[in-house]
């Protein structure tokens, strides 16, 4: 086994862990993204740690410890140490696939080699520990210098076992800059009618990790055609923002509301979502309101969310006056200085009468205190 003594910054928990497994005569490593994310002195999201102990044995050997057994059955238990919880997965050999995502059963294994050959890309199948160093049996930290994602084995098999690696290769594209070895990205273009097969849930996920990469314009140029395998055609976004509703409206700024509707639907995004989504998405065609009167008529119009995401779309420039507007002026029913019952009207002609007055405000045609109002409707018989 090549190893390298190669120092890596573990949170103390997950030394503890570590270390505990160690002492009891098992095998245990960080891997995965931990170990990936150190390596190019990137921020880790978690720590994951692998080991040659059974679910069992580490449910006993942590009895001290909160424990979360939900993932138990395919060898994964919550360990909380330090107050964070980690992930402690004992090494497994994916058995068959027959629906290109999860593996019919899962065998553990003895040996760490195993687990790393079931793991998708190269950079993503390390494991290091202090005393064994890092292991490295694809070249990964070779892949992580040259800015390399690479299947670990036959990219066309793993991406028929389990269809979501190819949106995971997508989305660390463009999360990392990396360049997509051609083989890979041959292979993912290849089996993207595989993505079919996975869940709304689990492509809107990538998708959007994706979106919020630094690379995503050049990834959604290059792999339109594996994207559009499960959105339907699309259109290569004019910018993204980082929030995904704006950017879903922008990935179809060139097709008609009911495609739109129907990749959301797809991907089963939520209700909020969804509703910004189509906003963003059906005012994109026209200008948006650049000054302040204006800016109060989008808000009364759309309300406080949806103006934001328009403006974070087209004028992003504009956010600042708006939170202002939104702040300190009248575009609300609320913020006007009448209620309904202080006008004496009824029923329709009240909600007439305070339509007119808010507009009269937004628009400076009247001052904002119930005389000024009151006054206003008079004049304008409308009382
Ligand atoms: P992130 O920083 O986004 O968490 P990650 O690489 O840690 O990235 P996870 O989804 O947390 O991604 O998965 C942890 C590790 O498990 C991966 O690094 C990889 O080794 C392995 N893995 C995850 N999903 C798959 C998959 N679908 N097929 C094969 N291996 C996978
Ligand atoms: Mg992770």
């Known amino acids: 086994?090549?190893?390298?003594?190669?120092?890596?910054?573990l949170p103390e928990g997950?030394?503890?862990?570590?270390?505990?497994?160690?002492?009891?005569?098992?095998?245990?490593?960080?891997?995965?993204?931990?170990?990936?994310?150190?390596?190019?002195?990137?921020?880790?999201?978690?720590?994951?740690?692998?080991?040659?102990?059974?679910?069992?044995?580490?449910?006993?050997?942590?009895?001290?410890?909160k424990l979360i057994p939900t993932g138990k059955n395919f060898g994964t238990v919550g360990v909380e140490a330090e107050g964070d919880i980690f992930e402690v997965t004992t090494f497994r050999k994916?058995?068959?696939?027959?629906?290109?995502?999860?593996?019919?059963?899962?065998?553990?294994?003895?040996?760490?080699?195993?687990?790393?050959?079931?793991?998708?890309?190269t950079v993503n199948?390390?494991?290091?520990?202090?005393?064994?160093?890092?292991?490295?049996?694809?070249?990964?930290?070779?892949?992580?210098?040259?800015?390399?994602?690479?299947?670990?084995g036959d990219?066309?098999?793993?991406?028929?076992?389990?269809?979501?690696?190819?949106?995971?290769?997508?989305?660390?594209?463009?999360?990392?800059?990396?360049?997509i070895d051609p083989g890979t990205g041959e292979a993912a273009r290849s089996t993207k009618e595989l993505l079919n097969a996975v869940s709304g849930e689990r492509?809107?996920?990538?998708?959007?990790?994706?979106?919020?990469?630094?690379?995503?314009?050049?990834?959604?140029?290059?792999?339109?055609?594996?994207?559009?395998?499960?959105?339907g055609e699309s259109t290569l976004p004019r910018k993204l923002t980082g929030a995904y509703h704006t950017d879903l409206a922008f990935l179809f700024e060139k097709q008609d509301e009911k495609a739109l509707k129907a990749a959301l639907e797809r991907l089963k995004v939520s209700k909020k979502t969804r509703e910004l989504a189509l906003f963003v998405h059906e005012n994109l065609a026209y200008p948006v309101p650049t000054d302040r009167i204006g800016l109060r008529l989008l808000l009364k119009a759309a309300g406080e969310e949806k103006a934001g995401a328009l403006l974070s779309a087209l004028a992003p420039e504009k956010l600042s006056?708006?939170?202002?507007?939104?702040?300190?002026?009248?575009?609300?029913?609320?913020?006007?200085?009448v209620r309904g019952n202080d006008l004496g009207t009824e029923g329709e002609k009240?909600?007439?009468?305070?339509?007119?007055?808010?507009?009269?405000?937004?628009?400076?045609?009247?001052?904002?205190?119930?005389?000024?109002?009151?006054?206003?409707?008079?004049?304008?018989?409308?009382?």
């Open 94 to 121: 994916d058995g068959n696939y027959s629906d290109f995502r999860r593996p019919d059963q899962v065998t553990f294994s003895k040996d760490i080699k195993e687990d790393l050959a079931r793991r998708d890309f």
């Open 125 to 152: 199948a390390m494991a290091w520990s202090e005393e064994t160093g890092l292991i490295d049996p694809f070249g990964g930290r070779k892949d992580l210098e040259n800015h390399v994602l690479r299947a670990v």
């Open 321 to 337: 006056e708006l939170e202002d507007v939104i702040q300190n002026d009248v575009w609300s029913y609320k913020s006007l200085a």
């Open 155 to 179: 990219p066309e098999k793993r991406f028929s076992e389990d269809a979501l690696r190819i949106m995971r290769l997508l989305r660390f594209a463009s999360q990392l800059g990396f360049v």
């Open 1 to 9: 086994m090549k190893t390298e003594k190669l120092l890596i910054a």
């Open 14 to 65: 997950c030394r503890e862990i570590m270390e505990r497994i160690r002492l009891a005569g098992g095998e245990s490593y960080a891997v995965g993204g931990a170990v990936r994310d150190a390596l190019l002195g990137r921020p880790a999201g978690d720590f994951d740690v692998t080991t040659s102990f059974v679910p069992e044995e580490i449910m006993a050997l942590f009895q001290d410890k």
């Open 203 to 231: 492509l809107s996920v990538e998708l959007e990790k994706l979106l919020k990469g630094p690379s995503a314009m050049k990834v959604i140029g290059e792999y339109k055609e594996v994207l559009e395998s499960f959105l």
């Open 350 to 383: 009240t909600g007439e009468a305070l339509d007119y007055l808010l507009d009269a405000c937004i628009c400076e045609r009247v001052k904002n205190d119930r005389e000024s109002l009151i006054a206003y409707l008079k004049k304008g018989k409308r009382l």
